[in-house]
């Protein structure tokens, strides 16, 4: 099978932190026999075409490097929305030129694979002329941060409108789906998976006396409530560090309630991390935690429970689907909470060591890229054998 992916987020160079996921996914489907062509947004000091681990890679440009910020933290373009006329224009200058490289491109793919929702607007559009069937996939900030505001609101759903398929990584995002007035026969869940090779599980319960986050520093992954709650902890285990991998525009308010905590000697901002780098610091830690109060799965989750490192999570969207049974839940928004599951697992060690196991298995079972990609070719093989009804027999939902 001839797939194109396109998607407005990928991996800049090899081993970046960068959506892997994606990459893992294409290589998955390569290995299966099928040719995989990866159309993406072009960054600073990431190379205009290459081959990425065995995945045909393209990448467009749509300004000068020092103008190329709409993927300049790992929020992505949710985050560059809000800065100002300046990054709009510049999405809309993206999305022509994405649109213009589709028009080359998707002839000679059989099926095309859209990663978030502007992704799946754009080839829509690109694809009038050729019929090229679509499938997309929504990671969770496309749908969430996107469909309040109505311009956004339009462009996602004229987007999936148009796809065979919607692909949503958790229940939860799945029913926001339907609720933009999709048919639900046209939802399936597919979670976002791993390459279990770049995740080796570290067995030992000798780790060291760290707690690791890993995320956006934005204000929906909820880091100030794990900062707050790490006081707590820090009063019961004065020896343990928290670790924070990654960027965003809450940075400095996060350095600052760290400061006015006093816990400078126990915090710790590691800023961007490769994909190696993060895999090393999950075998290393004794916890991973993920306070978000919004999120569409938490792939870092998979990737924590494939090291053998136990989560304490909230208990919001997609995320007991991947830790319910074998990983800590706590309430969303609530410091107390935190600290008391991460406290459980700290005093626990039979708790620990079964979070471990049923963690690392979990992943293997049903997290696994290898696993997970049959599933997605049975949906690309029903696209190629089902056509759209024609888009004036197809009721159109108010926005």
């Not at 000091?45 to 103008?67: T, W």
């Not at 311009?151 to 609720?179: C, E, P, T």
């Amino acid at each position: 099978m001839n797939i194109l992916m396109v998607t407005t987020n990928f991996p800049r160079w090899a081993k970046d932190s960068r959506a892997p996921f994606i990459l893992g996914l294409a290589k998955s489907l390569a290995s299966k026999g099928n040719q995989v062509r990866v159309l993406s947004m072009h960054n600073p000091g990431a190379s205009l075409q290459e081959e990425l681990e065995g995945v045909s890679v393209r990448r467009v440009r749509y300004a000068a490097d020092r103008n190329e910020t709409l993927q300049k933290d790992a929020a992505g373009i949710p985050s560059a929305w809000k800065h100002g006329l300046k990054s709009k224009f510049l999405l809309g200058w993206f999305s022509l030129k994405m649109w213009q490289q589709l028009l080359i491109t998707s002839p000679r793919a059989q099926i095309i694979h859209a990663h978030w929702a502007l992704s799946a607007a754009i080839v829509r559009l690109a694809s009038f002329k050729q019929r090229t069937p679509y499938v997309v996939t929504v990671h969770g900030s496309d749908i969430y941060k996107t469909t309040s505001n109505p311009l956004l609101r339009a462009v996602v759903r004229y987007g999936l409108r148009g796809a065979h398929k919607i692909i949503a990584v958790g229940k939860d995002l799945a029913a926001s789906v339907i609720q933009l007035g999709i048919d639900p026969g046209r939802v399936a869940v597919v979670h976002t998976g791993i390459t279990l090779e770049d995740f080796p599980m570290n067995p030992s319960a000798d780790r060291r006396e760290q707690i690791l986050f890993v995320g956006s520093l934005i204000p929906r992954k909820g880091v100030n409530f794990l900062i707050e709650a790490m006081a707590e902890i820090y009063e019961h285990w004065p020896a343990y560090q928290l670790l924070i991998v990654g960027e965003g525009e809450e940075e400095g308010k996060l350095r600052a309630l760290t400061s006015k905590l006093n816990l400078e000697d126990h915090v710790h901002f590691l800023g961007n991390q490769s994909q190696a780098e993060v895999s090393q610091l999950m075998r290393e830690s004794k916890l991973f935690v993920l306070p978000s109060v919004e999120e569409g799965q938490g792939v870092v989750l998979v990737e924590a429970m494939a090291s053998g490192t136990p989560c304490v999570a909230s208990a919001v969207g997609g995320i007991p689907d991947v830790i319910a049974g074998v990983g800590c839940l706590v309430q969303p928004g609530s410091c107390a909470d935190l600290s008391r599951g991460i406290g459980s697992l700290l005093v626990d060690d039979q708790l620990w060591q079964r979070y471990q196991n049923a963690g690392r298995k979990r992943v293997e079972e049903a997290f696994s890229w290898d696993v997970l990609s049959e599933s997605i070719l049975k949906i690309y093989q029903e696209a190629l054998g089902k056509q759209l009804l024609p888009e004036s027999r197809q009721p159109e939902p108010p926005l």
